[in-house]
């Protein structure tokens, strides 16, 4: 008797995984940061410096990490980050200076935000050919809703317990999830249980087998660093805006709880888009596209929060910016593969992940610097826009790949 087809127990376990990375994200560490700055008396400069050496050190790790996950395989790979990322979060409940806590931010940032996401999707990636972009779609929405739900009970968590508690119940989480997931439930790829790409004989048991670019060739390639601007500038200027919001919305009249409220319509919207992007991946000859879409949203979302006000335009403004983060990510994750195959896919993705990474730790720092030159956001706003516009200009005047001009998703004969 036929088994049934094993890839969507991994999308379901990929997605798990995504959302374990919470406590290394930015929604999720930001609740620590005042109670963490009050008891250890630190600055909240000297926290956001140690926020960023951590960030940057996770990301220079990146192209390492992609190298070992191809080499050992995203089921060993997940097995140690969970470890790891487990530890450095036990180790961050008994910090008492600013070393302990960059030393932390470091682990955090590379194993949570960087390293476990890049192994769930790498491993996903192997699961289909035809489909892959609707299931990395399901697995960035699964991950996202986690991602975008912890700030809420974490913000309880250490309202009723404290900081250091509540770092330590993290830590176990993920050992108690994750290395558990690993061990049992993630398979590299379809042929470690008998079974082929998309469950379809007539596609190949294991995707590494196919024609695909090595990361040298890949970074060869003009479309790769397409892929990479688009990734870096919507990590670099979501990031930008989200770290600041209550400052950039109250600036334009919304009050305190209305900014929060703000968060809302951007998850609605990111888990919409990540689905539909991922859907659409699968089906169009001209995948770019989706590249010049998300570009021109995140343009006129910069643009429209100079103008903004209380009611239906800062709902539009949250709606378009969420659709840009999450269309953005499915388009990568998707695209990717589609690109430069599968045989080097982390190593590839790697690369990206460190733009990603990188961008979204600079985002923050260049928006404060430019609000205390000129005491508005405005400027900064406004001048921003030239990225994601070059982008989008990049992204069809680029040639695609040969191997990227049919779409995955094709009629079998």
């Known amino acids: 008797m036929r088994q049934p087809f094993h890839g969507w127990r991994i999308v379901a376990y990929a997605g798990i995984a995504v959302a374990m990375t919470a406590p290394g994200q930015t929604p999720g560490v930001s609740p620590f940061i005042d109670p963490v700055m009050a008891e250890l008396g630190l600055s909240r400069s000297a926290v956001s410096t140690a926020y960023l050496i951590g960030t940057l050190a996770g990301a220079a790790a990146m192209p390492a990490v992609g190298r ?103 830590g176990l989480a993920v050992w108690a999830v994750v290395i558990p997931l690993a061990l049992f439930g993630i398979r590299n790829r379809p042929a470690d249980v008998g079974q082929h790409v998309d469950g379809d004989p007539d596609l190949p048991a294991d995707p590494a087998h196919d024609v695909s670019a090595t990361r040298t060739e890949a970074l060869r390639t003009p479309y790769f660093w397409v892929l990479a601007a688009g990734t870096g500038v919507v990590a670099m200027l979501v990031t930008a805006v989200v770290f600041h919001q209550m400052s950039l919305l109250g600036d334009r009249g ?21 689905l539909l992007m991922g859907y659409l991946v699968d089906r169009l000859r001209r995948p770019q596209l989706l590249i010049v879409a998300a570009m021109v949203m995140l343009a006129a979302a910069l643009v429209w929060a100079t103008v903004l006000g209380p009611g239906w335009s800062a709902l539009l403004y949250g709606a378009a910016l969420g659709a840009t983060a999450g269309g953005m990510k499915a388009v990568e994750t998707a695209l990717t593969p589609r690109l430069f195959g599968t045989a080097h896919l982390g190593a590839i993705r790697g690369v990206i992940t460190a733009v990603l990474v990188a961008g979204s730790a600079l985002g923050p720092v260049v928006f404060a610097v430019a609000y205390d030159a000129t005491g508005s956001y405005a400027a900064i706003l406004l001048a921003t826009t030239a990225l994601p516009l070059a982008v989008a200009v990049a992204a069809v005047t680029t040639r695609l790949p040969d191997r990227a001009r049919q779409p995955a998703q094709t009629t079998r004969p």
Request: charged share 10%.
């Open 68 to 170: 070992l996950i191809d080499r050992y395989g995203g089921r060993k790979a997940m097995l140690v980050i969970g470890g790891v990322f487990g530890a450095v979060l036990v180790g961050l409940s008994l910090v008492t200076n600013v070393v302990g806590l960059t030393a932390g931010f470091i682990g955090i940032r590379l194993a949570g935000q960087g390293a476990l996401g890049l192994a769930a999707v790498t491993v996903t990636s192997y699961w289909f050919q035809r489909r892959r972009g609707t299931a990395l779609g399901i697995v960035s929405a699964v991950g996202a809703v986690g991602i975008s739900l912890s700030p809420i009970a974490i913000e309880r968590l250490i309202a009723h317990l404290d900081w250091r508690t509540v770092w330590l119940l993290e």
């Open 254 to 274: 919304l009050t305190t709880a209305q900014a929060a409220a703000n968060f809302l319509p951007q998850t609605v919207t990111s888990l919409g888009a990540t």
